[in-house]
């Protein structure tokens, strides 16, 4: 005879394949009563799994969103891949669904064993994944993802230099650097895409409208190319070196000459001269641009400026 359990597990994974049933396709399946399965779909509520009956001549049941995942079994090296992950994504100070990430370390703490529980609070004790600290806050974040699993098109209050203006985009990711998280998407206006610092969006609203999502943002970081092309090249010292290496996309053009000094050697985009500005104004001495020539001398602008606050 099958174990209550295994069964209620057989039926919670069969459900949630199927989203629409009837009674009797369960009954069949399981080789149950009808009266029984009944009994069953109660106890797969209890699980977390939430079904609501079909009116009219058919009937049936359909599987509500939002639901658990049915259970898993993973090994004991997996839980403590699985623990240090969602610990890492803790600390950020802003994360999307960061409750729902805090709630999930919890539960997994509640459902093992006594002796792995202390083995995971202790290796927190020497083990830690180090985040950039968040320079400022992030908010919609939430919002932002959700729009972007659901190809939405979102209109946005954004803070720019000298105004706020507002735009339309078409979300494509969000992703975080140097403790900013930033939006991926397509300016609909001029047809282009732009990263949007998030502390910069002012307002946001979901609009019904959806687009043909055809891109993702591993696909374009990937086939990446400037429409307008510009030579950046840097001296680094050894800190500058380390810093560029860990910019998500400046990492790529660093190497060593023949002298074993490191450089920053790579195209960018004209249109991301501005934004490449305050990068080099945070390592400051750590790097010593030469090209392009409107780099150079923005950089000087904003030395000169910087300088006379301290006269």
């Not at 150079?296 to 602008?301: A, M, R, S």
Request: net charge neutral; charged share 25%.
């Amino acid at each position: 005879m099958i174990k209550k359990e295994k069964l209620l597990y057989d039926m919670l994974w069969y459900v949630q394949n199927k989203q629409e049933f009837t009674a009797q396709e369960l009954a069949d399946e399981f080789q149950l009563s009808v009266r029984s399965i009944y009994r069953y779909i109660s106890d797969l509520a209890d699980l977390g799994l939430y079904i609501e009956s079909k009116k009219g001549r058919n009937g049936g049941f359909v599987v509500l969103p939002n639901q658990v995942l049915p259970p898993v079994l993973f090994t004991e090296a997996e839980l403590f891949s699985l623990y240090f992950a969602i610990q890492s994504l803790t600390s950020y100070e802003d994360f999307p669904f960061k409750v729902n990430t805090i709630t999930a370390k919890e539960k997994l703490l509640e459902v093992v064993s006594k002796e792995v529980r202390q083995k995971l609070l202790q290796l927190s004790d020497h083990f830690q994944i180090s985040v950039p600290k968040q320079a400022v806050s992030a908010l919609y974040l939430n919002q932002l993802i959700t729009a972007c699993l659901d190809h939405k098109v979102l209109t946005i209050g954004y803070q720019s230099v000298k105004k706020v203006s507002q735009k339309s985009v078409e979300p494509i990711g969000i992703y975080t650097s140097n403790g900013f998280w930033y939006l991926f998407a397509i300016d609909q206006a001029i047809q282009e895409t732009r990263h949007f610092r998030v502390d910069r969006i002012q307002q946001l609203s979901i609009s019904s409208q959806t687009f043909d999502a055809s891109i993702t943002l591993k696909q374009i970081e990937a086939e990446y190319k400037p429409k307008e092309p510009v030579e950046l090249f840097a001296y680094l010292t050894e800190s500058g070196e380390k810093q560029c290496l860990e910019n998500r996309y400046l990492h790529k053009g660093v190497q060593k000459n023949e002298k074993g000094q490191a450089e920053l050697s790579m195209l960018i985009d004209k249109s991301d001269i501005v934004y490449t500005v305050d990068f080099f104004l945070l390592l400051g001495k750590e790097a010593h641009v030469t090209a392009p020539k409107d780099l150079v001398k923005l950089l000087k602008e904003k030395v000169k400026e910087l300088g006379k606050k301290y006269l």
